[in-house]
């Protein structure tokens, strides 16, 4: 079973550049998130989508943009990349909502901005 | 918003040795999870537990909702249960999305 999928899983941008990470889940969820990861600290969400069409802020989204066109799919947005956005990301899927239900994480992509 | 802290934040145990992790959150909540992060960074739910005791293999945890904390136990630890444990709340009125502790790191050696 694949379960989450991130891709890529590696990445080095240029301060400015865009990119886009994507998320694919097989497992029917209506809800996605994307979170990052830091040195030293725990998970922070970035954005989450609770259905095919929608999408919502969690704790840090200033920098991101996200789109869930599709049930299976959840892409994150850096449109001008900042050092600062050095960071590894995971994507996860749950049903129902976080709450009452478990969470899958995807493998995480590490994105280095210089 | 919901404080959530955990302790240790480092352990260092013998091979075979028991451990308790600790996490303390500041509000009432509807989910609280426990994940394990191995050092290749893949995350890992252990636990879906709000309430109650449950146990899995070596490894078991209790929520005591009423007094805010959650205990992790870790029997007879082996070398791959090394890594960052986590531990996360969802907060009733916000569902999906979780709250993440600093984790607690812990080395289990030879």
């Known amino acids: 079973n694949a379960g989450v999928t991130q891709t890529p899983k590696f990445r080095v941008l240029k301060t400015g550049q865009s990119m886009t990470l994507l998320c694919a889940q097989d497992m029917n969820h209506e809800y996605m998130y994307w979170y990052r990861q830091d040195p030293g600290m725990g998970l922070r969400l970035i954005h989450y989508s609770v259905g095919e069409g929608t999408t919502a802020k969690g704790e840090v989204p200033d920098g991101y943009n996200v789109s869930r066109l599709k049930k299976q799919n959840f892409l994150l947005g850096l449109e001008s990349a900042a050092p600062s956005q050095t960071s590894v990301y995971f994507c996860?899927?749950?049903?129902?909502?976080?709450?009452?239900?478990?969470?899958?994480f995807g493998e995480g992509s590490w994105l280095t901005v210089v | 918003g919901i404080q959530v802290e955990q302790s240790p934040p480092d352990l260092i145990l013998q091979e075979g040795a028991n451990s308790t992790l600790r996490c303390n959150f500041s509000?009432?909540?509807?989910?609280l999870q426990w994940f394990h992060q191995n050092p290749w960074g893949q995350l890992i739910n252990l636990f879906y537990?709000?309430?109650g005791t449950k146990q899995n293999g070596r490894l078991s945890a209790t929520t005591v909702a009423t007094e805010r904390y959650s205990l992790l136990y870790i029997s007879s630890s082996q070398t791959t249960d090394s890594g960052v444990y986590f531990c996360?709340?969802?907060?009733?009125?916000?569902?999906?999305?979780?709250?993440f502790g600093t984790g607690t790191r812990l080395q289990v050696t030879l």
């Open positions: 996860a899927s749950s049903s129902l909502g976080v709450s009452g239900n478990t969470i899958y």
């Open positions: 537990i709000p309430s």
């Open positions: 996360a709340v969802g907060v009733s009125g916000t569902a999906s999305k979780l709250t």
């Open positions: 509000d009432s909540v509807n989910n």
